[in-house]
């Protein structure tokens, strides 16, 4: 029989980034929290969870590769709202914090997740910050809690 390998969600000893864009931050503050709740009712420390504030969605990559260079941390989760307009500026970010935020993972090996909601609408965003249908923050920090203990076990 094959063997299987899963990730628990278990934080204890396990230190974490979290980037946060400042860009609509009355929905990214949700996150944050939604994010470092999940992080500490897990087991992690609160000593152990480091929070790194940035412009916006577009500035969360280059952060998250500096980061992971440091290698101090065991996961980093990647927080930010963006908010379709009038133009098509909200493809561009969107998709672009996306690619960056995945490459940073993919070239450095330290699990690095995506929690960067994008919406048509701010009632879109306050719902997935929270007010219905769940955090994305929270999700995303159960996440990096997986993706960092099953990394343990490859």
Not at 84 to 103: L, Q
Not at 109 to 124: C, K, M, N, R
Request: hydrophobic share 45%; charged share 20%; net charge neutral.
């Amino acid at each position: 029989m094959a063997k299987s390998f899963e990730g628990n969600l278990i934080g204890t000893g396990k230190t974490f980034a979290i980037i946060v864009s400042r860009f609509n931050n009355f929905i990214t503050k949700k996150l944050l929290e939604g994010a470092q709740d999940c992080l500490v009712r897990h087991g992690t420390k609160e000593n152990d969870i480091d929070v790194f504030w940035v412009p916006g969605a577009c500035e969360i990559p280059i952060t998250a590769l500096r980061l992971a260079k440091n290698a101090k941390y065991n996961g980093i989760i990647c927080l930010g709202a963006v908010i379709r307009g009038e133009t098509p500026h909200f493809d561009y970010v969107s998709s672009e914090a996306a690619r960056g935020i995945t490459e940073v993972g993919l070239s450095t090996g330290i699990p690095t997740i995506y929690g960067v909601i994008a919406t048509d609408t701010l009632e879109q965003a306050i719902d997935r910050a929270g007010a219905r249908g769940g955090n994305k923050g929270a999700e995303a920090a159960l996440a990096a809690l997986e993706m960092v203990n099953l990394f343990d076990k490859i």
